[in-house]
T-cell receptor, first 109, second 115 residues
Framework: DAKTTQPNSMESNEEEPVHLPCNHS???????IHWYRQLPSQGPEYVIH???SNVNNRMASLAIAEDRKSSTLILHRATLRDAAVYYC??????????FGKGTRLSVIA | KAGVTQTPRYLIKTRGQQVTLSCSPI?????VSWYQQTPGQGLQFLFE???????NKGNFPGRFSGRQFSNSRSEMNVSTLELGDSALYLC??????????????FGPGTRLLVL
């Protein structure tokens, strides 16, 4: 499994964009980069995933570096509901998901 | 579709007892995985069941076991409970998809406290 490095915590003002970085320099060529988040007192929830190209969905955007050794999850307008721990998980297999410590995002009103 | 449901949501047991947790996956999902989450170790994979067979297993002692029924519902059992088993136990389900692109859907978890 690829080792990931994420900031322990980040803070954002409400309504502003947030860029959550993840380094995964040992990623293999077949690994997809998945992002999950865990809201307080809830189980993790899927956010987005990608392989090489940047990806967008209704929740977020995923920007993947050309060498695939890093990626950035972009929340375009942070809301209070986006306060959560965000996990970056490079993987080719559905299970197991190997969770690191993630980034705890705080959103300030 | 209803999401992944787990019962009970909260549980208090004493050392030495055993406990059974239940998970109902999203309708149509045949894979069910279990994870343990503690403040010290984070989220750790316990095991995965697919079509009533254990397909994958994490690094946990044999006190932790599970099973899956023909309707894909799953149970996990922890025998001879220890204080360190206090944790949030999460269940996730998924359906087969393109390799590398399957999404796991997690339940709200069962919070177990061992006294």
């Amino acid at each position: 499994d690829a080792k990931t490095t994420q900031p322990n915590s980040m803070e954002s003002n409400e309504e502003e964009p947030v860029h959550l970085p993840c380094n995964h320099s040992t990623i293999s060529g077949t690994d997809y980069i998945h992002w999950y988040r865990q809201l307080p007192s809830q189980g993790p929830e899927y956010v987005i995933h990608g392989l090489t190209s940047n990806v967008n969905n209704r929740m977020a955007s995923l920007a993947i570096a050309e060498d695939r050794k890093s990626s950035t999850l972009i929340l375009h307008r942070a809301t209070l509901r986006d306060a959560a721990v965000y996990y970056c998980i490079p993987t080719f297999q559905a299970t197991p998901l190997v969770f690191g410590k993630g980034t705890r995002l705080s959103v300030i009103a | 579709k209803a999401g992944v449901t787990q019962t009970p949501r909260y549980l208090i047991k004493t050392r030495g007892q055993q406990v059974t947790l239940s998970c109902s996956p999203i309708s149509g999902h045949r894979s069910v995985s279990w994870y343990q989450q503690t403040p010290g170790q984070g989220l750790q994979f316990l095991f995965e069941y697919f079509s009533e067979t254990q397909r994958n297993k994490g690094n946990f002692p044999g006190r932790f076991s599970g099973r899956q029924f023909s309707n894909s519902r799953s149970e996990m059992n922890v025998s001879t409970l220890e204080l360190g088993d206090s944790a949030l136990y999460l269940c996730a389900s998924s359906s087969p998809g393109l390799a590398g692109q399957e999404t796991q859907y997690f339940g709200p978890g069962t919070r177990l406290l061992v006294l």
